[in-house]
C-alpha cells in the first residue's frame, strides 16, 4: 500500500489550451500534500492527471512524466483503468450512486468490475470501509437504503469509503468538502488524518486553515493571468509554507493580501 | 409600542356594541366573487337570444356565449379593477377558451368512439375471428336481430405480435445507437451522420416505411411475401429514431459526476454504462420506449402492404398473412363483410377501434408504471 508519485515538468493541456505548465512535484508516501491556490490556477486539473482522469474530458491530454512508485503513468501501454484502481478518487460534490443501495455504494469498486465476492466477504469489507470512513456507526442500521438519502457529509464519507473499499495506493481528494458544513468538514479532516496511516493522500482545497491543519506538506499554485497557464510557485513542508514561506506570491496568498 | 397595541385592542375588545362592518381598505376596488359568475351567466342569456335570432344551433349559442363572456370580463374588470387586471382577466378567460377548444376533439372521439364501439364489445368479439363469416351470415343476423357474429381475436394477436417483434428489434437498435452517440461518438463526424439521419428517419411516411419493408423481403424471398415480421420491420424502421431520440436525451441527462465516480473506481467504460449509466436512465427509455409504441401500434398504411389482411387467427409472424386492429378497421369499413347490410361491419370497426384506443391507453399506463418502479429510489 501507500505509494509514492514523482511528477517531471508535466504539461497539462485541454485541446490546444496549456493550462498547467512545468510542473515538478514528488509526494512521499503515507503523507498529506495539499495544493492550494487561487482559482482557475488549475490545481484541479492537476490533480485529476495524477490518476488520469484528465483525458476523461474530450481535448485533455498531457506531456511528461507521472511515475507511481517509478512506473510511468502515462507510459506506453498502460491502461487508464489499472490506473485509477491504484489511484482513488474523491469529488468536490458528494457523488453517490442513485440507484444503489449505501452497501451496493461502498461495494461498488468491487461489484461494478464484476468481480465475483462471497457474501461474508462482501459484509467484512462493507463494515470496514465504512468504518474506516467514520461512517459505520451512523449508518450500519440502514445498509440497504439509498445512498442518497443521507445528509451531504455522510454522502462524502460514503464516498470516501467506497474510494478506500478498492484499497487504493493513492487517495486524490478534490475540494472534499467544499460543499459542507464546518461539523462534517471536520470529521473529513479528522479521517483524513487516519488516512495518512495506510495511504498516500493528496488534498485540493480553497481553504488554508484546513491545509494548514491537514497537510504534511503543500504546494501553492497559481496564474499569471487569465489564459496564461498555472504553475507550481512553491512546494515545501506546510509550517514552512505557511509562517516563512519563500516566494514573494506564497506570502501574498496565505497571508491574504492576495489580487 | 407593544403597550398602546395591547391597550388598543382592549379597546376594540371591550367594545360592546358590533363593530361597524368596514370593507378591507386594502381590497378596495375589486370586483366581488360572484361578479365572474354574474358575467358568465348574462354572457349565456345574451348568447342563446342572439343566437335564437339568427336561427339556433348549439354551436353558434356557445361562441356568441363565449366571445360576449370574454368581452364584458375584460371591459367590466378593466372599468372597477383598472387596466393591468382587466389585461390579465382577458388573458386568462383567453387561455380557459383555448384549453377548452383543444379538449373538444378529444372529448368528441372518446364519446363518439365510446357510443359506438361500446355495444360491439363482448366475449364473443374479443375471442373470435373473422374465419368464415360471410355477407350472408350478416345479412341473416340482421334479418333476424340476432348479435352480430364474428370477431377481432385474429387482430388483437396480429397487433400484438406484430408490435412485440417491432419492439425486440428496434429497442436494441436504438438503445445501442444512443450509446453510441452520447457515451462514445461525442463530436465525431459518424455520429454527426447518425443524428442526421435519424432526424430523417423521424419524417419518413409510414407508408413508405412499408414499402421498404415489402421490397426489401421480396426482393430476399420472391414477390408477394406477405408476413407478420415483415411488418414488424416496417414498423421497426418508424420506431428507431423514437427510441433512439428518447434514450437520448435520458442518457444526456444522467449527471457526468457519476461516470467519473465510477471511472475513478477503475470501471471500465462499458461496464459503466451498463451498470451505472442505464440503471439511472431507465426509467426515462422505458417510458420512451412505451410511447413508441404506441406511436406505430395504430399504423395502417404499412401493415396492409406488408402483412396484408386475414380473417383466420395466425400466430405465426414467419407465414401467411395477418390482420391487425387498424387493418381490421379499415377493411371492415372499405370493404363490409355484407355490401348490402354494413351494420355489422361498422359495429366491428367501432368495437375495434375502442379496442385500439384502449391498448395504446393501457400501454401509457404501463410507462408510467414502470418509470415509477425502475426510478432511482428515495428515502433514508
Not at chain 1, 440497504?144 to 474510494?163: E, H, N, V
Not at chain 2, 395504446?360 to 428515502?379: D, E, H, Q, T, Y
Request: hydrophobic content about 45%; overall charge positive.
Amino acid at each position: 500500500m501507500a505509494k509514492r508519485i514523482d511528477v517531471n515538468d508535466l504539461n497539462v493541456y485541454y485541446s490546444k489550451f496549456l493550462a498547467v505548465e512545468g510542473v515538478s512535484i514528488n509526494i512521499e508516501p503515507k503523507s498529506v500534500t495539499a495544493f492550494i491556490g487561487p482559482s482557475g490556477c488549475g490545481k484541479s486539473t492537476f490533480l485529476r492527471t495524477l490518476n488520469r482522469m484528465h483525458e476523461v474530458i474530450p481535448g485533455g491530454r498531457v506531456e511528461g512524466q507521472v511515475l507511481l512508485d517509478g512506473d510511468d503513468l502515462y507510459g506506453a501501454g498502460v491502461d487508464p483503468v489499472t490506473v485509477r484502481s491504484q489511484i482513488g478518487m474523491v469529488f468536490q460534490r458528494p457523488n453517490p450512486f442513485p440507484t444503489m443501495s449505501i452497501k451496493d455504494n461502498v461495494l461498488a469498486g468491487v461489484k461494478l468490475n464484476g468481480t465475483k465476492i462471497s457474501r461474508s466477504d462482501a459484509d467484512d469489507l462493507v463494515e470496514k470501509s465504512l468504518r474506516g470512513a467514520n461512517l459505520w456507526n451512523e449508518v450500519k442500521d440502514r445498509l440497504d437504503k439509498p445512498g442518497s438519502g443521507l445528509s451531504g457529509g455522510q454522502q462524502q464519507r460514503l464516498c470516501i469509503a467506497r474510494t478506500i473499499a478498492v484499497k487504493p495506493d493513492v487517495i486524490l481528494m478534490d475540494e472534499p468538502c467544499s460543499a459542507l458544513d464546518p461539523i462534517s468538514t471536520l470529521a473529513i479532516e479528522d479521517l483524513i488524518n487516519e488516512l495518512k496511516n495506510d495511504f498516500t493522500v493528496v488534498i485540493v482545497t480553497h481553504n488554508m486553515q484546513q491545509a494548514a491543519r491537514v497537510s504534511d506538506k503543500t504546494a501553492f499554485f497559481n496564474i499569471a493571468g487569465t489564459g496564461k497557464p498555472g504553475k507550481l510557485i512553491e512546494f515545501n513542508d506546510t509550517t514552512a509554507i505557511f509562517s516563512n514561506p519563500e516566494q514573494k506570491a506564497t506570502e501574498d496568498y496565505v497571508s491574504g493580501r492576495f489580487g | 409600542m407593544s403597550a398602546t397595541t395591547t391597550r388598543l385592542s382592549n379597546q376594540a375588545s371591550g367594545n360592546s356594541t358590533p363593530p361597524v362592518r368596514k370593507r378591507n381598505s386594502l381590497a378596495k376596488g375589486k370586483l366581488p366573487k360572484w361578479a365572474i359568475w354574474a358575467i358568465a351567466a348574462g354572457s349565456i342569456i345574451i348568447g342563446a337570444a342572439i343566437s335564437t335570432l339568427t336561427g339556433f344551433s348549439v354551436a353558434a349559442f356557445a361562441i356568441y356565449s363565449a366571445i360576449i363572456f370574454l368581452i364584458a370580463a375584460s371591459v367590466i374588470t378593466t372599468v372597477v379593477e383598472g387596466k393591468r387586471r382587466g389585461k390579465n382577466a382577458m388573458w386568462t378567460y383567453l387561455i380557459y377558451a383555448a384549453f377548452i377548444v383543444a379538449l373538444i376533439p378529444l372529448a368528441s372521439v372518446l364519446y363518439t368512439v365510446l357510443q359506438k364501439g361500446l355495444p360491439g364489445i363482448n366475449s364473443h368479439f374479443l375471442f373470435s375471428s373473422m374465419n368464415g363469416v360471410t355477407g350472408a351470415i350478416d345479412n341473416q343476423t340482421v334479418a333476424n336481430g340476432e348479435p352480430v357474429i364474428g370477431g377481432a381475436y385474429h387482430a388483437v394477436i396480429g397487433t400484438l405480435l406484430i408490435t412485440l417483434w417491432a419492439t425486440l428489434i428496434s429497442v436494441p437498435v436504438g438503445m445501442l445507437t444512443a450509446v453510441y452517440l452520447v457515451e462514445y461518438g461525442q463530436g465525431k463526424a459518424l455520429s454527426k451522420a447518425i443524428t442526421f439521419f435519424v432526424d430523417v428517419m423521424t419524417g419518413i411516411p409510414s407508408i413508405v416505411a412499408g414499402l421498404f419493408a415489402a421490397a426489401f423481403f421480396g426482393m430476399i424471398l420472391g414477390p408477394n411475401a406477405r408476413m407478420g415480421i415483415v411488418a414488424a420491420v416496417a414498423l421497426s424502421v418508424l420506431m428507431i429514431p423514437t427510441v433512439v431520440r428518447s434514450t437520448e436525451e435520458m442518457l444526456k441527462i444522467v449527471p457526468n459526476e457519476l461516470r467519473e465516480a465510477s471511472f475513478a473506481l477503475g470501471v471500465r467504460r462499458w461496464r459503466t454504462i451498463l451498470k451505472v449509466v442505464i440503471p439511472t436512465a431507465i426509467s426515462g427509455i422505458a417510458s420512451g420506449v412505451t410511447l413508441a409504441i404506441a406511436r406505430v401500434i395504430g399504423e395502417t398504411a404499412p401493415i396492409l402492404v406488408t402483412a396484408g389482411i386475414a380473417s383466420q387467427i395466425n400466430m405465426n409472424v414467419f407465414a401467411n398473412w395477418m390482420s391487425t386492429l387498424p387493418t381490421f378497421i379499415y377493411y371492415q369499413i372499405l370493404t363490409p363483410t355484407s355490401p348490402t347490410n354494413i351494420d355489422p361491419s361498422v359495429q366491428r370497426a367501432w368495437a375495434a377501434a375502442l379496442l385500439l384506443i384502449l391498448m395504446v391507453m393501457a400501454l401509457n399506463l404501463i410507462a408510467r408504471l414502470v418509470a415509477s418502479i425502475f426510478a432511482p429510489k428515495k428515502g433514508r
